[in-house]
Each structure stands twice: as C-alpha cells, then as structure tokens.
Nanobody, 129 residues
Framework: QVQLVESGGGLVQPGGSLTLSCAASGFPLDYYAIGWFRQAPGKEREGVSC????????YYADSMKGRFTISRDNAKNTVYLQINSLTPEDTAVYYC??????????????????????WGQGTQVTVSS
C-alpha cells in the first residue's frame, strides 16, 4: 500500500526554522519525484518545491526560492523540506506527493497538482509569537 506520511510541523516563532519530513512506504521512491505543497486557510494549494529521487534535480516555485530547501535520503525513503526565516505567512498545512521523476525538468509545470498521484495527509505549520 502506497503511503506518504508528513511530520515535523508545529508551532514556531517568526524567524525560526523547521524541517519537514515526508516518509514513503509501500513503494521505493527511486522512480518518482516528490513535491511539497502547502495550503493556508482560505487559500488555494500552492506548490513549494519538488525533487527527483533518482538524480536529485530540484525545482522551486519562484516565491519559495531562498528560504526553502528540499532534499532526500534514498536509504530512508524520505524527503525533507527545510524552511528558514519563517513568517506568519508560512502558516499552512504542508503536503507531500509523488509524481513522475522528470517533474523538476518541467519547470513551470513541475508543481501542477494533477501531475501528482499520491498525497500525504499533511502536517500543520503555525508561525506565531
């Protein structure tokens, strides 16, 4: 059974950092890309970044460049999203999802939600003082 489980969310003060994890089970990640998305209350889901597990190529949404870093640990079948200099505007549920391995190369289409087949349940990130 294909399963993605996000973890690492929580309450963080502005300016802080978090590292989210996306652990996959039921299938090897090697033949996929993993994308991170987020959805804030009352807003549409937006793409953050994606990574191809096989070659490590990455893509970031323009608005996410600089503070977000995506990485993977193939041995642990896990993808990470590090977020630095958190602001209240980063408050959202963060989701990971699987997609074709060439997604990072698709550039502007790399973070199109319908390209992603399996989704996790999400982890809540709240940035507040």
């Amino acid at each position: 059974q294909v399963q993605l489980v996000e973890s690492g969310g929580g309450l963080v003060q502005p300016g802080g950092s978090l590292t989210l994890s996306c652990a996959a089970s039921g299938f090897p990640l090697d033949y996929y890309a993993i994308g991170w998305f987020r959805q804030a209350p009352g807003k549409e889901r937006e793409g953050v970044s994606c990574i191809s597990i096989s070659d490590g190529s990455t893509y970031y949404a323009d608005s996410m460049k600089g503070r977000f870093t995506i990485s993977r640990d193939n041995a642990k079948n896990t993808v990470y999203l590090q977020i630095n200099s958190l602001t209240p505007e980063d408050t959202a549920v963060y989701y990971c999802a699987t997609g074709p391995p060439d997604l990072p190369y698709r550039k502007l289409r790399a973070l199109t939600p319908y390209e992603y087949a399996y989704w996790g349940q999400g982890t809540q990130v709240t940035v507040s003082s």
